[in-house]
T-cell receptor, first 114, second 114 residues
Framework: DSGVTQTPKHLITATGQRVTLRCSPR?????VYWYQQSLDQGLQFLIQ???????AKGNILERFSAQQFPDLHSELNLSSLELGDSALYFC?????????????FGEGSWLTVV | GNSVTQMEGPVTLSEEAFLTINCTYT??????LFWYVQYPGEGLQLLLK?????DKGSNKGFEATYRKETTSFHLEKGSVQVSDSAVYFC?????????????FGSGTRLSIRP
């Protein structure tokens, strides 16, 4: 158990819909990262938040957005869903005080768009 | 830029065989290096890490040594088991920022025959 909690674990929804994935980081971790893992694209970095502020943005679509709340949990919002958005979405967290800190991953949220 | 290249799979071995999964990296400065493992149907787990040159990370019989001269972090295990069947990801985290994202290789699928 990494200490990073993601909900829901599995989600099936229709095209055009909107979903929210939730992540609770490890206690004390300030950074939250979101990654997407699909069969053909491998692990893609989406976005990073550090202590409530956006720190880095990767290959995140405009239909997707995220935020980190004052209690440090984070949500990833996916809207106007398409079949190609079906993937495993990982949240990860790290304490990020000084370099070389390990990033710990949750078990992921499986999203299937039908 | 920063990148990770690891050997393509799938790799199929018999139980008790010796395992090497090659990983090389390109990075500025002094990155931290990681191996993550993803068992079937599960999330990413940290397997081992090394934060500076000549460090050796080890866990569950797996080892990898941070070689700055060859920019490599090859994963090895002396005697693999069926339970080691999984996808292995080599990754780096740049050292220039305390909150930098982790960069993954494409993953190597390992299958162990009884």
């Amino acid at each position: 158990d990494s200490g990073v909690t993601q909900t829901p674990k599995h989600l099936i929804t229709a095209t055009g819909q909107r979903v929210t994935l939730r992540c609770s980081p490890r206690s004390g971790d300030l950074s939250v990262y979101w990654y997407q893992q699909s069969l053909d694209q491998g692990l893609q970095f989406l976005i990073q938040y550090y202590n409530g502020e956006e720190r880095a943005k990767g290959n995140i679509l405009e239909r997707f957005s995220a935020q980190q709340f004052p209690d440090l949990h984070s949500e990833l919002n996916l809207s106007s869903l398409e079949l190609g958005d079906s993937a495993l979405y990982f949240c990860a967290s790290s304490v990020d005080r000084g370099g070389g800190n390990t990033i710990y991953f949750g078990e992921g949220s499986w999203l299937t768009v039908v | 830029g920063n990148s990770v290249t690891q050997m393509e799979g799938p790799v199929t071995l018999s139980e008790e065989a010796f395992l090497t999964i090659n990983c090389t990296y390109t990075a500025t400065g002094y990155p931290s290096l990681f191996w993550y493992v993803q068992y079937p149907g599960e999330g990413l787990q940290l397997l081992l890490k090394a934060t500076k040159a000549d460090d050796k990370g080890s866990n569950k019989g797996f080892e990898a040594t941070y070689r700055k001269e060859t920019t490599s972090f090859h994963l090895e295990k002396g005697s693999v088991q069926v339970s080691d069947s999984a996808v292995y990801f080599c990754a780096l985290r740049p050292g220039y920022s305390s909150a930098s994202k982790i960069i993954f290789g494409s993953g190597t699928r390992l299958s162990i025959r009884p």
